[in-house]
T-cell receptor, first 112, second 115 residues
Framework: DQQVKQNSPSLSVQEGRISILNCDYT??????FLWYKKYPAEGPTFLIS?????DKNEDGRFTVFLNKSAKHLSLHIVPSQPGDSAVYFC???????????FGQGTELSVKP | AAGVIQSPRHLIKEKRETATLKCYPI?????VYWYQQGPGQDPQFLIS???????DKGSIPDRFSAQQFSDYHSELNMSSLELGDSALYFC??????????????FGPGTRLTVL
């Protein structure tokens, strides 16, 4: 039972354009959502997070949008850079300090 | 800034052997989590500790055990290793009660290969 789903296994974007990565979840008890970036053979690197009481959080080139009614969140990267090429994981938790439930990941490729 | 440290980075074992993975959390972090990532899969939660007490347990085999010590480092002990245990094992740490309490910071992982 995949509670967090990233339905696009891969995404290719031109440098300078916007990258939009999507994530859907089924558990309405999730109250904290995070995006991680991961390179092969390395640990996930925290990018940005959002609490369920918000619908948008922005940090530099990264913005996360949360639509609770649709149980959907998205990560926008603008402008995209070749160094952004990696696998992006969406994750969710439903209690303070609780375990993270990960999506399957989306491999982003930003082409020069 | 100090990050999560894991050792060893790579480990090769034979079937039925035992393995011990170590994790040193970010200084002052009080919670440690262990995750397993199989090839082509997303990380799966194994177990977590808050202030040296087990706080949650996921899909961790009975052959595995873990603990958190007084200095907050944690060890994952794996016995009777099977081929299917080959995976990346990540440790993460967080500071429960901080403003970003649910943000877990991950270590570089230990790649375990069981032959």
């Amino acid at each position: 039972d995949q509670q967090v789903k990233q339905n696009s296994p891969s995404l290719s974007v031109q440098e300078g354009r916007i990258s939009i990565l999507n994530c859907d979840y089924t558990n309405s008890m999730f109250d904290y959502f995070l995006w991680y970036k991961k390179y092969p053979a390395e640990g996930p690197t925290f990018l940005i997070s959002i609490s369920s009481i918000k619908d948008k959080n922005e940090d530099g080139r990264f913005t996360v949008f949360l639509n609770k009614s649709a149980k959907h969140l998205s990560l926008h990267i603008v402008p995209s850079q070749p160094g952004d090429s990696a696998v992006y994981f969406c994750a969710a938790s439903n209690n303070q300090g609780g375990k993270l439930i990960f999506g399957q990941g989306t491999e982003l490729s930003v082409k020069p | 800034a100090a990050g999560v440290i894991q050792s060893p980075r790579h480990l090769i074992k034979e079937k039925r052997e035992t393995a011990t993975l170590k994790c040193y959390p970010i200084p002052r972090h009080d919670t440690v989590y262990w995750y397993q990532q199989g090839p082509g899969q997303d990380p799966q939660f194994l177990i977590s500790f808050y202030e040296k007490m087990q706080s949650d347990k996921g899909s961790i085999p009975d052959r595995f055990s873990a603990q958190q010590f007084s200095d907050y480092h944690s060890e994952l002990n794996m016995s009777s290793l099977e081929l299917g245990d080959s995976a990346l094992y990540f440790c993460a740490s967080s500071l429960v009660g901080s403003s970003s309490t649910d943000t877990q910071y991950f270590g570089p992982g230990t790649r375990l290969t069981v032959l």
